[in-house]
């Protein structure tokens, strides 16, 4: 989380406002001082501008981060169309919207 949030040039104090977490929960996270909730990862994530699942990924995941750092790069920023593509990429075929199973 501290990188993602070094790299968007932003304070810890400007992460703990855009996510609504305290300065001092967003510090113990970041020195691995606090366990992440769910709702706390996608309150972090919403104000990082990236998707959920990367502030869980481990260092070894560090490629699947960087394709998706290309993907959300070509797609101008936009975080739900890089996600979408990735589907893609790992699963094929986008879902059909507004169809049930069958």
Do not use: W, Y
Not at 30 to 37: D, F, K, P, R, T
Not at 39 to 67: H, K, N, S, W
Not at 68 to 93: C, I, P, Q, T, Y
């Amino acid at each position: 989380m501290r990188e993602l949030r070094l790299e968007k040039k932003m304070s810890l104090a400007q992460l703990a406002k855009a996510s609504g977490l305290s300065k001092g929960h967003v510090s113990n996270l970041e020195n691995g001082l606090a366990v992440m909730s769910v709702g706390t990862i996608c309150a972090a994530a919403g104000a990082l501008g990236v998707p959920p699942f990367l502030l869980c990924m481990r260092e070894e995941d560090e490629p699947f981060a960087e394709c998706f750092d290309n993907l959300l790069h070509e797609e101008g920023g936009d975080v739900g169309r890089a996600a979408e593509r990735l589907r893609e990429l790992f699963f094929g075929k986008p879902p059909r919207r507004g169809r049930g199973p069958g």
